[in-house]
């Protein structure tokens, strides 16, 4: 009895389904593994999942992160390791407490009128009330992780590591509080790391003044209102029309009182920018402030933390917001004879990385991560002597951490190199609480992980704990060991025994992979590396592949402005997700950005309905439907050749896909299930017959390779095969063949094992497609019907043996009625002819072509492709648009003139031929 399978493949319909039954199986986690049986010591594959935003939704970026995260999970859980994918969300402190801000400000109010603790309450509920939707989003895009270990940043066992760690730097002497200058958001009202800072080019002026009339230096500056707080001039030491002033001191009075200005030498001051002149402000510049300090220099605050001017800048200045204090003193300088010019220029102007407010360098006391101090600690290889920056370097230079591409190791180093100590304190409400308190009465700190009632030292019940909360790169830099340690920690008496008796952190860590963007490289990345090899003394990770950002069609990064951005959860309810992976997968490469439009999605909508198609086909038609395990007997040339084939896509996908190289296993299975399968051994098996065993053992293993990259409508395909088992556990199928790639040129593969019989089998098979290929080409271009049969004659010595035991599949595909085989043969005029190695082709076009009305066509084209050229060279020969037009364009000019001229010169042939 036939097998009915539904004709058209409905990913609406399937997709929650299998999900459940993934689920349901427990085969994401990997103790249920069936090669993680008792006695058993599979290899293992980790990774943890870079967390989402725990009130966040699925955006493309994260679609992305999930489909090359999942295809590498499925590929090795194929391979039988043991593996895991570890879920979890970021409790995200800024973003998520500037959302519940926003919702309680519609009801007309503010934190502050709430309170700290009911405020937290709110921002709890808001969170718990959130997390489902993103773990859902997760879901759709077949996520296979482990959702019994799912953690949250914020969670108490997470929380308890923070406080250990905490605990144990501030021990080791690496964490510090200190009066710094720091990167401050008036509008999220918190300090920000330097990388969380972002640059807008936007249009400004450069102001050139003195302080007074008998100054002698002019100064230039683009933010005038700062100089209300210069304490000193800085000039290299080196400038000879500086070097008579360097040393004294002048007074001033800009209208915030009578101070001094200090004429001082710095190596550092650039002679050619502005006037060679620097106006010191200690309070509002991380440089100035350095400066300061190493001349001992006072320090006047004049911008508040609410972005306005403090009592510091005077009361003419108080109150006013930064760019009404920058005309105000600029046109006091203009109005006083004061400012010598204003120049336009471009700058790229510091902002919030979460609300785009102008960011305010400002002096503040702080909680540091000192990341130059060298330690030592007792059983951890890395730190004997060692600074956090130098473990950093090293385990990158040393290639224990891997990063792909290895370009950007470059952009590491540099920023590792160029590591300032780390403010890890944020001047936000929600986020873990900095366990410190501190005594009102004796000024004792106090460092507990616990709630403090009193004060150790002078038993007063007056302590205050500290109300900053941690940067949300310090937990989820722990993120790798954190989530892995036993969620029961309450058990444990110290941190050391917590870490050694975890079972997951001995068995999964180091993890395998940390698949991101490679623009949060030194945001997260390098902080785990930081975080995890001081702590637990590994290295977070082996390899971290960074994948690029993804661009419209034209190329243009999507933004909400451009209105170009793609919802992720959109085009699976139109195209299905495994359209959607394959798009965000295939025409990848790593760390290069990638292009992601509606077509390019619905084109692998086109492909997974073609495999429903194949599959439908070979399963309705084969006598009976069931595995074969061992490789079929070839019994003719093109069972040889896709028996082959299968070997070698086994092979390459395989070595694609454990070096990294994802878009190229994609496309090798795209091939050969389109190209190779479906329009070749397909079309061939319908004349030769007998095909069920090889036509079963080609789908079986087609499916499982692509399962990765398309689980649902593998599995979906898989269950009427009948087997008991899923395919997400089958085995990766073996091969008699491997390959090596030739990385430098990417595409070469080398196949290895394959013998000389094998190599003359595929090369007599390529043969025979070339020429019903050429043959098709002729009939193309002759523009003559597919239901009208042609006549052929071929010439050849060499393959004449080969050709005539291939003559009945070059016949039906070639769709010709009459083939000859002759030794030699005299072309005539109303023959097409096709040379190939060997082989000669003479197609009859005797009553298949109008040759009068077909040479008037192309005589036509001939004159529309003459002006075309025409106009091409015309236009490249313009001075004014060579010089006016963009280097792509006039490259893609020049092309389209070379291939203008190649068309013309074919139809100027035929043209000939047809006379």
């Known amino acids: 009895m036939k097998k009915e399978i539904p004709k058209a493949y409905d990913a609406r319909e399937v997709e929650d389904k299998v999900y459940k039954i993934w689920e349901d199986s427990g085969f994401f986690n990997p103790d249920n593994l069936p090669c993680a049986g008792e006695g058993k010591t599979p290899d293992k594959f980790?990774?943890?999942?870079?967390?989402?935003?725990?009130?966040?939704?699925?955006?493309?970026?994260?679609?992305?992160?999930?489909?090359?995260?999942?295809?590498?999970?499925?590929?090795?859980?194929?391979?039988?390791?043991?593996?895991?994918?570890?879920?979890?969300?970021?409790?995200?402190?800024?973003?998520?407490?500037?959302?519940?801000?926003?919702?309680?400000?519609?009801?007309?109010?503010?934190?502050?009128?709430?309170?700290?603790?009911?405020?937290?309450?709110?921002?709890?509920?808001?969170?718990?009330?959130?997390?489902?939707?993103?773990?859902?989003?997760?879901?759709?895009?077949?996520?296979?992780?482990?959702?019994?270990?799912?953690?949250?940043?914020?969670?108490e066992g997470l929380s308890e590591v923070v406080k250990e760690v905490f605990e144990m730097m501030y021990k080791d002497g690496l964490i510090y509080r200190g009066d710094r200058i720091v990167n401050w958001c008036p509008r999220c009202e918190s300090t920000l790391a330097d990388d969380e800072v972002e640059h807008q080019e936007t249009k400004g002026k450069f102001y050139f003044f003195r302080y007074s009339k008998d100054f002698p230096i002019t100064i230039a500056t683009t933010r005038p209102e700062t100089k209300l707080g210069d304490v000193a001039v800085a000039v290299n030491p080196k400038d000879e029309k500086y070097k008579e002033f360097v040393g004294k001191i002048y007074k001033i009075n800009l209208g915030n009182g009578e101070h001094e200005i200090k004429i001082i030498a710095d190596r550092n001051v650039d002679m050619t920018f502005g006037t060679g002149a620097l106006g010191v402000t200690p309070a509002h510049s991380m440089v100035d402030f350095q400066m300061a300090h190493e001349n001992d220099l006072p320090v006047i605050k004049v911008i508040g933390e609410d972005g306005r001017m403090t009592a510091e800048a005077g009361e003419d200045y108080e109150g006013l917001t930064t760019v009404e204090a920058r005309e105000k003193i600029a046109q006091y300088f203009r109005d006083n004879g004061l400012m010598e010019k204003e120049e336009e220029v471009d700058q790229n102007l510091s902002i919030c990385y979460r609300c785009d407010a102008t960011i305010e360098p400002l002096p503040s006391l702080q909680w540091f991560i000192d990341v130059n101090k060298k330690i030592t600690k007792?059983?951890?290889?890395?730190?004997?002597?060692?600074?956090?920056?130098?473990?950093?370097?090293?385990?990158?230079?040393?290639?224990?951490?891997?990063?792909?591409?290895?370009?950007?190791?470059?952009?590491?180093?540099?920023?590792?190199?160029?590591?300032?100590?780390?403010?890890?304190?944020?001047?936000?409400?929600?986020?873990?609480?900095?366990?410190?308190?501190?005594?009102?009465?004796?000024?004792?700190?106090?460092?507990?992980?616990?709630?403090?009632?009193?004060?150790?030292?002078?038993?007063?019940?007056?302590?205050k704990q500290d109300s900053d909360t941690f940067d949300t790169w310090f937990s989820s830099g722990m993120w790798t060991f954190s989530t892995l340690m036993d969620k029961d920690f309450t058990k444990y008496n110290t941190f050391e025994e917590w870490m050694k008796s975890s079972p997951d952190l001995a068995k999964f860590h180091p993890t395998s992979v940390m698949e991101t963007g490679y623009d949060i490289l030194p945001l997260w990345v390098a902080r785990m590396i930081l975080m995890t090899t001081y702590v637990v003394g590994e290295i977070p990770f082996e390899n971290v592949y960074l994948h690029g950002m993804l661009r419209d069609k034209e190329g243009r990064k999507m933004s909400k402005s451009l209105g170009n951005g793609i919802d992720p959860l959109e085009m699976i309810e139109k195209y299905g997700t495994d359209a959607l992976r394959l798009s965000l997968i295939v025409g990848s490469a790593p760390g290069n950005d990638l292009k992601v439009y509606e077509e390019k999605i619905e084109n692998y909508r086109n492909f997974v309905n073609?495999?429903?198609?194949?599959?439908?086909?070979?399963?309705?038609?084969?006598?009976?439907?069931?595995?074969?395990?061992?490789?079929?007997?070839?019994?003719?040339?093109?069972?040889?050749?896709?028996?082959?084939?299968?070997?070698?896509?086994?092979?390459?996908?395989?070595?694609?896909?454990?070096?990294?190289?994802?878009?190229?296993?994609?496309?090798?299975?795209?091939?050969?299930?389109?190209?190779?399968?479906?329009?070749?051994?397909?079309?061939?098996?319908?004349?030769?017959?007998?095909?069920?065993?090889?036509?079963?053992?080609?789908?079986?293993?087609?499916?499982?390779?692509?399962?990765?990259?398309?689980?649902?409508?593998?599995?979906?395909?898989?269950?009427?095969?009948?087997?008991?088992?899923?395919?997400?556990?089958?085995?990766?199928?073996?091969?008699?063949?491997?390959?090596?790639?030739?990385?430098?040129?990417?595409?070469?593969?080398?196949?290895?094992?394959?013998?000389?019989?094998d190599a003359a089998i595929r090369g007599d098979f390529e043969l025979i497609k070339n020429m019903i290929t050429s043959i098709r080409n002729i009939r193309a271009e002759y523009k003559i019907e597919p239901v009208k049969k042609l006549k052929a004659v071929i010439v050849s010595i060499d393959k004449k043996d080969l050709i005539e035991s291939?003559?009945?599949?070059?016949?039906?595909?070639?769709?010709?009625?009459?083939?000859?085989?002759?030794?030699?043969?005299?072309?005539?005029?109303?023959?097409?002819?096709?040379?190939?190695?060997?082989?000669?082709?003479?197609?009859?076009?005797?009553?298949?072509?109008?040759?009068?009305?077909?040479?008037?066509?192309?005589l036509k084209e001939k004159e529309n492709l003459e002006k075309f050229v025409k106009n091409l060279e015309a236009k490249l020969e313009n001075e004014t648009f060579v010089a006016k037009a963009p280097a792509k364009i006039i490259e893609q000019e020049k092309t389209k003139l070379t291939d203008s001229k190649d068309r013309l010169g074919k139809v100027e042939e035929k043209i000939k031929s047809l006379l």
Not at 424 to 432: D, E
Not at 681 to 703: N, P, S, T
Not at 806 to 834: H, T
Request: charged share 30%; with cysteine.
């Open 610 to 757: 073609k495999l429903w198609n194949i599959s439908r086909y070979i399963l309705m038609s084969v006598k009976e439907v069931g595995q074969i395990e061992k490789r079929p007997e070839a019994k003719t040339l093109a069972d040889e050749w896709i028996l082959g084939e299968i070997d070698i896509l086994v092979a390459s996908v395989g070595n694609n896909l454990e070096n990294f190289r994802f878009s190229l296993a994609g496309e090798d299975i795209y091939d050969f299930a389109w190209s190779k399968l479906a329009d070749w051994y397909l079309e061939i098996a319908k004349v030769e017959g007998d095909k069920d065993e090889i036509l079963l053992y080609a789908l079986e293993r087609l499916l499982i390779v692509l399962h990765p990259f398309a689980p649902f409508v593998t599995e979906e395909i898989w269950k009427n095969f009948g087997f008991d088992n899923l395919i997400m556990i089958e085995k990766w199928p073996e091969s008699s063949v491997s390959v090596k790639m030739n990385i430098d040129e990417y595409r070469t593969v080398r196949i290895v094992g394959c013998s000389e019989e």
């Open 378 to 463: 007792e059983g951890n290889k890395y730190f004997q002597d060692k600074s956090l920056k130098e473990v950093m370097l090293q385990v990158v230079r040393e290639r224990e951490v891997k990063i792909i591409p290895e370009r950007f190791e470059k952009a590491y180093f540099s920023w590792v190199e160029n590591l300032r100590d780390w403010c890890i304190s944020r001047q936000l409400w929600f986020g873990h609480r900095v366990p410190v308190w501190y005594c009102e009465d004796c000024g004792e700190i106090i460092l507990n992980k616990k709630d403090e009632e009193a004060c150790p030292k002078c038993k007063s019940e007056n302590i």
């Open 46 to 155: 980790v990774i943890s999942m870079p967390p989402p935003n725990a009130t966040g939704i699925l955006h493309l970026g994260h679609a992305s992160m999930l489909a090359y995260q999942d295809l590498m999970v499925r590929f090795n859980r194929l391979k039988q390791k043991q593996t895991l994918w570890l879920p979890g969300t970021d409790h995200a402190s800024i973003a998520t407490q500037t959302k519940v801000e926003k919702i309680i400000a519609e009801e007309g109010k503010t934190k502050y009128d709430l309170g700290r603790e009911k405020f937290l309450e709110r921002v709890h509920e808001y969170v718990e009330g959130s997390q489902d939707t993103i773990r859902n989003q997760v879901r759709k895009m077949g996520s296979s992780c482990d959702w019994s270990r799912e953690r949250y940043t914020l969670d």
């Open 806 to 858: 291939q003559a009945e599949i070059i016949k039906f595909l070639g769709r010709i009625e009459e083939l000859e085989m002759v030794d030699k043969f005299e072309k005539s005029d109303d023959m097409a002819m096709a040379v190939l190695p060997g082989v000669e082709i003479f197609v009859s076009l005797e009553g298949l072509v109008d040759r009068e009305k077909e040479r008037q066509n192309l």
